[in-house]
C-alpha cells in the first residue's frame, strides 16, 4: 500500500476573516467541486472569474441554487431537532492559517463534534446517497481541509419532503488530490495560463453505515435468502463435521481415506478433504 504523505491541516487553526464579494483572490469550497469536475467550460470560466475578466455568475435565476438558500434556515432547525446537535459559527467565513489561498464560507460547525456542516437541498428524482456524498465530496474536504476538522455532515432536504443526514470522514488521500488540483489551479490564475481539466480519480467516499434497508422488494434478495436459510443447516453441520474429522486424523498422516473421502495435509498443515463420489472421480471439500 503506497503511503501518501499530506501537509495535514494545522491542528488548531487561525480563523482569518476575508471580504466575501471580493472572492477572486481566494478559493472556495464551491470552486474546489468546479476544479475536481469534468466541466471544461465552467473551469474556464472560474479561471476568467480569479483573474478578474468576468464577474461573478449570476445565479438569481437558478431555482435549485435558491431553493438551497431559502431552505438553508429549515435545514439547520430540522437538523438540529432531529440529531439533538448544536450548530454554531453559521456562515462563518475562514482562511486556511498556511494557504492564502483557500478558504471556506461555512454553513456551520456542530459544536459537540466540531464536524463541518453543510446544508443542502437536492431534487428527488434517482436520489441517492452515494451520489449525494460524491456531488458534494470536494467541497465538503476543502472545507474540512481549512478548518482542521475530521468530519462532515451533509444535511439534506429534497423536494419529495424527506429530510438525510450523511456523515463522511475527513479523507487524507482525496484531500492530497484535492490540493494538488486546487494548487495547480490557482497557479494557471496566477500566471495566465489556461487550466485544463485535472481528470483526476478521486477515492469513491466513505460513508458511515446509518441507514435501515427494506429488501423485501428484490427479487434477488429472495431468492438469495431463501438459499441461505435452506442450506444454513447443512452448511453448519459441514463445518462441524470436518473440524471433528481434523481433529482424528493422527498428527503424523499425510494422507487419511475412508467411507467416501480422503484428508491430505499439506506442508504448511493445512488439512483439506475430497469427496470420492465415484470409482475414478473425486470432488474436493475446502
Known amino acids: 500500500m503506497t503511503s501518501v504523505q499530506t501537509n495535514g491541516p494545522a491542528t488548531h487553526p487561525r480563523i482569518i476573516t476575508f471580504n466575501p464579494q471580493d472572492r477572486r483572490h481566494f478559493i472556495g469550497g464551491s470552486d474546489a467541486r468546479i476544479i475536481m469536475g469534468t ?3 465552467a473551469l474556464v470560466r472560474l479561471w476568467r472569474e480569479k483573474r478578474g475578466e468576468v464577474g461573478p455568475e449570476d445565479l438569481s435565476d437558478n431555482l435549485i441554487v435558491q431553493l438551497g438558500t431559502v431552505t438553508e434556515v429549515l435545514n439547520r432547525a430540522w437538523y438540529q431537532k432531529s ?4 450548530v454554531k459559527d453559521i456562515q462563518k467565513r475562514v482562511r486556511h492559517p498556511i494557504h492564502k489561498w483557500m478558504a471556506a464560507t461555512l454553513d456551520g460547525v456542530v459544536e459537540q463534534t466540531g464536524a463541518v456542516f453543510e446544508a443542502k437541498f437536492m431534487l428527488p428524482w434517482a436520489f441517492t446517497e452515494e451520489a449525494a456524498a460524491e456531488k458534494h465530496m470536494a467541497q465538503l474536504q476543502h472545507n474540512m481541509w481549512v ?3 475530521r468530519s462532515g455532515v451533509l444535511s439534506i432536504v429534497t423536494g419529495g419532503g424527506k429530510w438525510v443526514e450523511i456523515k463522511i470522514h475527513a479523507d487524507p488521500l482525496y484531500q492530497h488530490l484535492l490540493l494538488t488540483a486546487e494548487k495547480k489551479f490557482w497557479r494557471c490564475v496566477q500566471s495566465g495560463e489556461p487550466p485544463i481539466l485535472f481528470n483526476i480519480e478521486t477515492p469513491r467516499p466513505r460513508l458511515e453505515a446509518v441507514k435501515v434497508v427494506d429488501m423485501s422488494t ?6 438469495l435468502a431463501a438459499a441461505y436459510l435452506r442450506t444454513r443447516d447443512a452448511h453448519g453441520e459441514h463445518e462441524t463435521a470436518k473440524a471433528d474429522l481434523k481433529k482424528l486424523m493422527p498428527e503424523d498422516a499425510k494422507e487419511a481415506t475412508g467411507h467416501g473421502i480422503k484428508a491430505k495435509r499439506s506442508k504448511s498443515g493445512a488439512i483439506s478433504f475430497e469427496a470420492r463420489l465415484t470409482e475414478g472421480s473425486h470432488a474436493s471439500v475446502q
Do not use: E, R
Not at 83 to 86: A, P, R, V
Open 39 to 41: 466541466d471544461a467550460d
Open 147 to 149: 478548518i482542521a476538522a
Open 83 to 86: 440529531s439533538g446537535q448544536t
Open 218 to 223: 428484490s427479487n434477488q434478495w429472495a431468492d
